[in-house]
């Protein structure tokens, strides 16, 4: 029979245990911390019919949407991101408690060009409160994003913040017309990758008048930095109904942010903030590292009439969605990551084939402790064992031969510092997990 | 603009937070035993070439793979199970180091007819061992079954096993081609549904001869009950190479489930078991319970040909398949499922609309404590704080006021038991936690 090439399509990923060990260790910690704050998990379908994702992404987004016919000729898509499938759930399920405040940890798929860091197939973990309009939701989700990043030990960070309110009322206030201002936002939204002169030119090329561009850029350039004064924008703006509104919020929002102790040198109001979604309607944010330079690792803001689309009923909403793959690249360029590839914490080895049972003893008794082991069923040579173990990141080998089951102990070798003792059989599963501790 | 109306496709489901929270739990108990027996994550992508999937579930399962063809005009599957990337993986990173244990719990989907209990997207938990011939691992596999699910408080469960050598070697003693032999067994794998007369009806109607089928379906009332004799088997079928290779590995594997202290009313040879996949080798395992009549949760098998579809170098692997849905819906009916329908411990009331920063100040106390703590952001009743607290399952409820305030203590409400008590505010994360073991 011929074979099958074996292989992947590009853009789609396998995580040996190496990888999975790391994702896993991130994801069990966003989790936590997600439910420390009171979000409870949610998980909807990998397929979803199409017309509820389409018109929802954009015109680019519209493209990387993967879509198909199933055996029954309906259209239907593969999850592009949580946001629109959660609008959905809210709609479809009217009976739902609110607030409700909910956490999605799952893959979505996007047929976009692969490159590095970018692929078909990612996970993201998004965490919202429907059904809240004040800005205390807003600053929980914050404050959540604030401590998983503290959890992941990230040293630096800053998430920027900003209103979709007051991008909405400048702009306005500026001349832009109204239909024009969610274009003129996306432009906004690619500075820090483009340049003010970058961003100019491509307004200009949008048909956008030279003078309401210099009024806009003006403003960024006198509100870059950490430095920019919301009372300022408030008495430059005192003739706009929204950009009081959105300077409420934002200071509602910071009031919040100081009660809850978050640490002010990581968040700041950055006016040039301006997320590329266009359902975004009052406090947006997202949050960058200086180094490595991957964009934002995570990205969010409030999305007031989303839910409206699918139902009568609107609700609400805010959250933040935050990329697994960018907080684990930051991590391991960072070295911050957990330096174990396996979840198995012991090996016990194989002495000779008449010793399986004893073997087995071993075993049952640390598993029964919570201890992680593996059991080596192959008569090896010991070297090879240990080679194994060592191969494989196990941190502590077993032997057990002859003259320790007459004396009722075994040999405990750490396999990071190279060295072992005798412990006594009834001792063995706490001197495991003290020495774990200790790693 | 017009409303889309929300809905799922058929055969997909949401998973609501009580729902998600038992599947999580589900999900961590066997995560948690699969670590302790020594299995590393693994993760696979959702799409696969449809190549890698093809011609690998026999005639029935080819019309269940959701295939397409992608943007760049390649034609994709998504994952149909667990075990056919797995093989691919093996095959395409031959540096992985050997014996490889490893699990994986995720989705993968069929176009199936959508029934009770019969899903499009469901969710497999795996545990294989690759590059081991010993029925060591094979009895690794079945202990760990045996503990997820006494882990899972199943109480009565029936682990059958079976071999494939076996039937094969008394199938074609019996005088079946070898080359029909695949089909017989998916037939006898129907016994249990059909009923002796149903499956014989089955095999006349596929053209077996009726002296062949009576003598193979006389081996099954003789040997019907757990009370059948390897020993008889042996000797009716002296003549045969694979029957004594066969019982070999039963005697092999049952001498082991012995040693690893498993309970022996929980699993037995039962020879009608056949499983339905081709590629099985060796000794196949199959789950099931008496109530729910709801088929097996647990099915697998040893599988020493199906790598070598992919690659040059074969290795022998055994493993096993949970269905994750199976298992839930089993835990349900036996009333064994966590009765809780929230992740959150704790909501923490808004008294009045000046005691914000008081109630962050205590939620902040508890979630640094490890207690998921929701804070309730609007000034409601607390009439309607409580019923919101109850209707969400939250098991206790904190009031603080101002009287509460000048004394520095908390009012601590157990939902539960309807009772409640002053706790002062430095023993409070302490009090909940006892208070929580005792739930």
């Known amino acids: 029979m011929n074979k099958i090439k074996p292989q992947i399509p590009k853009g789609f990923r396998d995580f040996l245990p190496p990888q999975k060990v790391t994702r896993q260790h991130v994801i069990d910690t966003i989790r936590n911390v997600f439910e420390l704050f009171g979000f409870e998990p949610l998980e909807t379908p990998a397929l979803e019919y199409a017309s509820i994702l389409e018109g929802k992404y ?89 401590h998983i990043l503290k959890a992941l030990n990230f040293k630096q960070f800053k998430i920027k913040i900003n209103n979709r309110k007051l991008l909405n009322g400048i702009a306005q206030s500026l001349g832009f017309q109204v239909e024009k201002i969610s274009s003129l936002l996306r432009i906004i939204d690619k500075l820090e990758k483009k340049g003010i002169e970058g961003i100019k030119d491509e307004m200009l090329k949008q048909g956008f008048q030279k003078e309401n561009i210099d009024n806009i850029l ?14 300022d924008l408030k008495n430059r703006f005192s003739d706009s109904v929204l950009v009081p509104e959105g300077i409420q919020e934002l200071e509602e929002l910071f009031s919040h942010l100081s009660s809850m102790d978050v640490d002010s040198n990581c968040y700041c109001f950055d006016l040039s903030l301006a997320r590329g979604l266009d359902y975004y309607t009052g406090p947006i944010f997202e949050t960058t590292v200086d180094e490595p330079k991957i964009g934002s690792i995570s990205g969010g803001g409030r999305y007031d009439n989303l839910i409206g689309m699918f139902s009568d ?7 933040s969605s935050f990329g697994l793959e960018r907080i ?112």
Chains 1, 2 share one sequence.
């Open 58 to 146: 954009g015109e680019e987004g519209e493209k990387l949407i993967y879509k198909f016919d199933d055996r029954g000729g309906r259209k239907v898509a593969l999850r592009y991101d949580l946001t629109i499938p959660l609008s959905r759930v809210i709609a479809m399920y009217p009976a739902l408690l609110k607030p409700f405040k909910c956490y999605q940890i799952s893959p979505v798929w996007r047929a976009d060009k692969p490159q590095k860091g970018r692929f078909r197939e990612f996970w993201q973990c998004d965490a919202d409160i429907v059904g809240s309009e004040s800005m205390f939701a807003d600053a929980e989700v914050i404050t959540t994003i604030y």
């Open 313 to 319: 009923t609107d609700f609400p909403a805010t959250g």
């Open 328 to 439: 684990i690249t930051v991590m391991e360029e960072l070295n911050i990551a957990p330096s174990h590839t396996t979840t198995t914490e012991v090996l016990m080895t194989l002495f000779s084939p008449d010793m399986h049972k004893d073997s087995l003893r071993v075993a049952s008794l640390l598993r029964s402790s919570g201890i992680k082991t593996e059991v080596y069923f192959k008569h090896n040579k010991l070297k090879k064992q240990l080679t194994y173990a060592s191969n494989k990141g196990i941190p502590f080998v077993i032997i057990e031969g002859p003259d320790e089951k007459k004396d009722n102990n075994v040999i405990l070798r750490n396999m990071i510092k190279g060295i072992q003792k005798a412990v006594a059989f009834d001792d063995l599963a706490f001197t495991i997990k003290q020495e774990l501790s200790e790693l």
């Open 218 to 231: 003006e403003l960024f350039n006198i509100t870059s930095g950490n430095t920019v004064d919301l009372l």
